[in-house]
Structures are given as structure tokens and as C-alpha cells.
């Protein structure tokens, strides 16, 4: 069962555990951002796709369930902002929104926003609820990641696929159940 299952109170994420105040909020928002960044940084290449296996998906789906889905949207944004203006903390150290791979991070800021909501609405409260919530987030990456893979690569629909979904189901389904147990 989540840790804020005890804890939080209807209405509540994590994150509002902490005293109130424009600097938490700041400071909570960069660290999500930063979590991201260095999660990125775990990044192990696929044969046959232009996608690696990161720990970003693992990050944006806890940002998103701690924070809440305004903190998370601005955690993602920065993030996502912050390496197209060229800090070097997409996957592998990588920068800008030319990677093929830039709509899955595209696709985790939806996803951390989304979550985010549901854990407000006690998605977190339970192991089954939250697993439904990790895997809906993991849906929406995907639901973005794999046609902008496909449109930059210039792939079918059926390769991009291949490449930038079906190698990675099983490792996003252990990210999303420790994410659970976080």
C-alpha cells in the first residue's frame, strides 16, 4: 500500500504534507524537474530503436503521484523546457526537441498531470488504485511517445511500434509498481 495512504488526508497529495508557502511549492516543482534529470541519466540503449529504457517514465509517474497535477505540469515543463534551451539531461545527456524520443517526455508531462489529478482523488490510497493510475499514466506516454517516434523518424505506424513500445512493456511495468511501492 502507498506511504500516503496513512497520511494524506481526502484531497491531499504528499506534497501538501509540507507547510504551505510559494518556496515549497518553487523548491518542489525544481526538485521534480531535478528527479527527472538524474533519472534520465539512467539510460540504457535498445537494439533496433532509437528509444532508450530510462528511469524518466519511473520519475515523471512519482512526480506526478507526490506532487499533485499542477506541480507535476510545472516539474515536466521545466524539465522539458530546461533541456530544449540545451541542459544536457535528457537520456544519455542529451538536449533539445529534435531527439525521436522527445515526444515521450512530451507524453510524461501529460502523464505526471494526469496521475497527479487522480492522486488527489485518492488514487494513491490503495495498491490496485494506484497500479491503475501508474498504468494509465504509462498508457498516455506512449499514446504521445509513439506517433511522434514514428513521425520524426519517419516509420510506419507498425515499426514504430516495434520500436518504441512493444521492447519496453515489461521494464515501464516494473517502474510503474515500484513507483507504486514508493
Known amino acids: 500500500m502507498s506511504t500516503a495512504t496513512a497520511i ?12 504551505a508557502s510559494r518556496v515549497r511549492d518553487i523548491a518542489l516543482v525544481a526538485g521534480g524537474a531535478v528527479l527527472t534529470g538524474l533519472a534520465a541519466q539512467i539510460a540504457v540503449p535498445v537494439p533496433g530503436s532509437p528509444v532508450p529504457v530510462t528511469g524518466q517514465t519511473f520519475a515523471a509517474l512519482l512526480v506526478g503521484t507526490a506532487l499533485g497535477a499542477r506541480r507535476g505540469f510545472l516539474s515536466l515543463a521545466l524539465y522539458a523546457l530546461a533541456g530544449v534551451a540545451g541542459v544536457p539531461w535528457f537520456a544519455g545527456g542529451a538536449s533539445g526537441a529534435a531527439a525521436p524520443s522527445f515526444g515521450y517526455i ?17 488514487a ?20 504521445v511517445g509513439v506517433p511522434y517516434l ?33
Not at 494524506?8 to 507547510?19: F, I, K, M, Q
Not at 512530451?106 to 485518492?122: H, I
Not at 520500436?163 to 514508493?182: E, H, Q, W
Open 8 to 19: 494524506t488526508r481526502p484531497g491531499e497529495v504528499l506534497a501538501d504534507l509540507l507547510p
Open 106 to 122: 512530451l507524453g510524461m508531462l501529460l502523464a505526471s498531470t494526469v496521475v497527479g489529478a487522480l492522486a488527489r482523488r485518492g
Open 124 to 143: 494513491d490510497r490503495s495498491v490496485l488504485r494506484t497500479a491503475a493510475a501508474m498504468l494509465l499514466g504509462e498508457a498516455l506516454i506512449y499514446a
Open 150 to 182: 514514428a513521425l520524426a523518424t519517419g516509420m510506419s505506424a507498425n515499426a514504430a511500434i516495434a520500436a518504441g513500445l512493444t521492447p519496453f512493456l515489461v521494464g515501464d511495468a516494473l517502474k510503474a509498481a515500484l513507483a507504486d511501492a514508493a
